[in-house]
């Protein structure tokens, strides 16, 4: 027992620092994957960053600039109604991933200031499901971040061939949703 205490308490002088050392490479790795989908244009500004590289890929800044279509009422409604059902679903995905990035940041906060508990609680009995439960948060708080980026990473890819396979000779996406039978 006494030997437990000991390193507990060796533990719990370094606890914040370990538990920062676990947090930090977690954002270097989602930072690293995120500077890799940032166009390379905007590498080093700040008034850029990962939706430019959503804009480019979905082709949104001329998702309504449509050519040579005709002027048909029903062809505008149809570009209005899905661009706008696809804009609205877009918002609501970053809006969820937003509010999932500050719970992780709130939780985090949280991990940081029970360190010692997390550390302590491995070496004693008492406290050791509370233990469990701080690991169990701090490497899946950990994990989100670079899995989100990583997750990210391939819907772009995907998005950027299907959008090249669908806009292919059309100029847009506006264009592809009327040519491809919708409309």
Do not use: E
Not at 72 to 94: E, K, W
Not at 98 to 119: C, D, E, K, N, T
Not at 136 to 152: E, R
Not at 161 to 172: D, E, I, P, T, W
């Amino acid at each position: 027992t006494v030997k437990n205490v000991v390193i507990a308490a060796v533990l719990i002088n370094f606890s914040l620092f370990f538990t920062k050392v676990i947090i930090d490479a977690s954002n270097i790795v989602a930072l690293t994957l995120h500077d890799t989908m940032v166009p390379a244009t905007c590498r080093g500004v700040f008034t850029c960053g990962l939706s430019d590289s959503f804009m480019q890929v979905l082709g949104v800044s001329g998702f309504y600039g449509v050519q040579n279509l005709p002027d048909d009422a029903v062809a505008t409604a149809i570009i209005g109604i899905m661009g706008s059902i696809f804009f609205l679903i877009a918002a609501f995905i970053f809006l969820v991933v937003s509010v999932l990035f500050l719970v992780r940041f709130v939780a985090l906060i949280f991990v940081l200031i029970f360190s010692p508990v997390g550390m302590f609680g491995s070496f004693l009995p008492g406290i050791g499901s509370m233990a469990g439960k701080w690991w169990s948060t701090l490497i899946g708080q950990a994990v989100f971040a670079p899995l989100y980026m990583l997750l990210t990473w391939v819907v772009l890819v995907i998005a950027g061939g299907l959008n090249s396979v669908l806009v292919a000779g059309r100029g847009n996406l506006a264009s592809a949703i009327l040519s491809q039978g919708i409309g």
